[in-house]
């Protein structure tokens, strides 16, 4: 339970002065763009061929459980709109050791995030221009986010507007050629019918459990509408139009693109895993150059996710030392930017594809390890956060209740049931149960330095 010497001040007051440059139009492509993450174009390839075709279920059940998750996040934003989001509920609801918490371990995994997005788009292009060092395309790419997170939050803005509207309309164009050519009426093509389909479960349930491992973390990501609406023009109205739309958006883009996939190539297609599964499934189909196309997609899904990790990490900050928990010049506020912040944040993710270079067998790796459930976790605290505050909104200003929460409280009960056995599939993994110790330990010593700093406050 929250402390008693807890401070109750809103999350609105704290942001007053970010500036408000984000219009309706960037919140609803960043809400809508969001969605279709690195994870969903890179990652998906191995819970394929882990899970084959039941890769369908895996996305579904994950999606349902990231459907509760936004629905209590947005129930919670629209209340009170901040830029440190599930980290100022936390605080809230449960007392600054949990927001501490919470706030600390997703800035750290959007930084490390940050490294790993540059190296892969770096991958990519050295790919086309062989001879070119990964480390220089990193830098360039950092070089110019960083740039952009620096001068306006409109530049981030529309960064994120135009990444998006590719994004989105690579995705659909995708969804539409597979879906004309499993109806048989793509020309060149003959309806592979359900050829592909009839081994659906090729590993077994070990083979699935994998597959919603896989599923689960590339829903990362769908956090940052709701860190971008305290900045936004009316950011009670930006948070519940994404939230309300999160339902649709999650069943085309991830459920509706999985399906067509292993409807259209064989689950066990090397190219599946080497190519990624939307490139392997356009050049199944014969269309010529759409692969390469879609690889473009891939390297703007990667940068999209760069520079809303750089925006991300860096609001969590500004929010976390504006409620003091946290060393104070990252709270340094200039034009209405957190600039010192972003430049932080920059710089710890370069250090991070350093380290992918000087020490990838221990130092790096562990770092993967520390960051790998830090979702999970924050998920818990959405959860635990949105039982507590629930109750308190409707009995002290039950206006603010603008989004709610489906059959509260038992379908968060059912959330955070799902959060405990997706916990217990981690631990029964040995390539994932060293992630869920390393993040359990982190967030311990997180929480332990967040209650000592709880304590010390209460005392003066």
């Not at 050791?97 to 770096?122: D, M, N, P, Y």
């Not at 392997?280 to 520079?307: E, F, R, T, Y």
């Not at 206006?399 to 509260?408: E, G, N, P, S, T």
Request: charged share 10%.
């Amino acid at each position: 339970m929250p402390s008693s010497t807890t401070t109750e001040t809103p999350p609105q007051q704290t942001d007053a002065s970010l500036s408000h440059g984000l219009k309706q139009r960037h919140l609803s492509m960043i809400a809508l763009g969001g969605v279709i993450g690195a994870g969903l174009f890179v990652g998906s390839g191995a819970g394929i061929a882990a899970a084959g075709p039941s890769i369908v279920i895996a996305y579904t059940v994950s999606g349902l459980l990231v459907m509760l998750v936004m629905r209590m996040l947005g129930e919670m934003s629209a209340a009170y709109p901040s830029s440190g989001s599930f980290s100022a509920h936390a605080e809230r609801a449960i007392g600054p050791w949990a927001g501490f918490a919470a706030g600390w371990s997703f800035w750290i995994l959007l930084c490390t995030a940050v490294g790993l997005e540059g190296i892969g788009a770096a991958h990519i292009v050295s790919g086309w221009l062989p001879g070119t060092p990964e480390w220089l395309w990193v830098a360039l790419f950092m070089v110019v986010f960083c740039g952009t997170n620096l001068a306006a939050v409109k530049n981030f803005g529309e960064f994120e507007f135009w990444f998006a509207a590719l994004k989105v309309g690579a995705i659909s164009l995708f969804l539409v050629l597979g879906v004309l050519a499993i109806a048989g009426v793509l020309p060149g093509t003959d309806a592979p019918g359900t050829s592909n389909l009839t081994d659906f479960l090729p590993h077994g349930s070990n083979g699935l459990i994998i597959g919603l491992l896989a599923s689960v973390f590339a829903y990362g990501g769908l956090e940052t509408v709701t860190i971008a609406a305290a900045e936004s023009e009316d950011p009670v109205r930006g948070v519940a139009s994404a939230v309300r739309t999160a339902m649709w958006r999650i069943a085309l883009f991830y459920i509706g693109s999985m399906a067509v996939v292993v409807t259209l190539v064989p689950w066990d297609s090397e190219e599946v895993v080497a190519k990624g599964p939307y490139v392997a499934a356009l050049d199944h189909l014969g269309i010529s150059g759409a692969g390469q196309l879609m690889n473009v997609v891939v390297l703007v899904a990667l940068l999209s996710a760069m520079n809303a990790n750089i925006y991300g990490s860096s609001r969590i900050a500004y929010s976390l030392v504006q409620r003091g928990q946290g060393p104070k010049v990252l709270g340094r506020l200039s034009g209405g930017v957190p600039r010192i912040a972003v430049l932080v944040s920059c710089v710890l993710g370069f250090v991070c594809v350093l380290l992918s270079y000087w020490r990838p067998d221990d130092v790096f790796k562990w770092l993967l390890n520390m960051i790998g459930a830090v979702i999970l976790v924050v998920w818990i605290f959405i959860a635990v956060s949105q039982l507590l505050l629930r109750r308190r909104i409707e009995r002290e200003t039950p206006d603010r209740l603008v989004v709610r929460m489906w059959a509260f409280p038992w379908l968060t009960w059912v959330a955070l049931a799902g959060m405990a056995a997706i916990f217990v599939l981690m631990a029964r993994e040995p390539d994932t149960r060293l992630q869920l110790y390393s993040t359990g330990g982190m967030t311990l010593v997180l929480a332990a330095v967040g209650y000592a700093w709880q304590r010390a406050r209460a005392r003066r």
